[in-house]
């Protein structure tokens, strides 16, 4: 996708992680295909975050419940997890899913994932120990600035990622290209993509697309 269309569904998911993640949620499988693109009331490319099945409830003075995972039981997306959701899968916080909108977004704008592998052990240990590839490497026109916003997000160790993703939202609201994805420009998009698509299937309102 052109920089300015992830950077706009980018800051959606921010903002829809914000709302977990105040009420104790840990996605913890953030994927491409767990984002969805819609048309809704007549505005375009609304994101839509979907698919908790993995979330775990973050630690509270008071707990609201038992925990919505088997204690000790692993899960996830290799291709986006983080390094530490590997080791400790009952215990990671927020910048485990800053992480793996990290590797969303890698995605996004290069058409792979930060690391693959011939099977899922060899891609989870390119996580832990490879440095990541930068984007510009496969997609020289990205912008500077949202490299770096995406290469903090995929840095091995939590602390030195964003600590939240309300820093993150304000991170890539910063970037140059943000906020130059615009309604029009999503409208045609969608009008084209259902030109393409007419003779296979049938799109309707409110139809959302995977951004897998």
Known sequence: LPPERSVHFLRQVCQALHEAHQLGLIHRDLKPANIFAARIGGVHDVAKLL???HVRQAATEHPPGPSLTQEGSFSGSPLYMPPEQVVAYSEVDERADIYALGAVAYFL???????EGRNPIEVILN????PVTPPSSFVPTIPPDLESVILKCLEKEPADRF???VIL????AACE???KWTEEMARQWWTDASLKRS???SVVEDDPKSLW
């Open 51 to 53: 698919d908790f099945v």
């Open 127 to 130: 996580h832990a120990n490879k």
């Open 109 to 115: 704008l290069t058409g792979q994932p930060p690391f």
């Open 199 to 201: 003779s296979q299937v």
């Open 163 to 165: 600590q939240n993703v």
């Open 177 to 179: 290209c943000a906020d």
């Open 169 to 172: 939202e304000g991170a890539l």
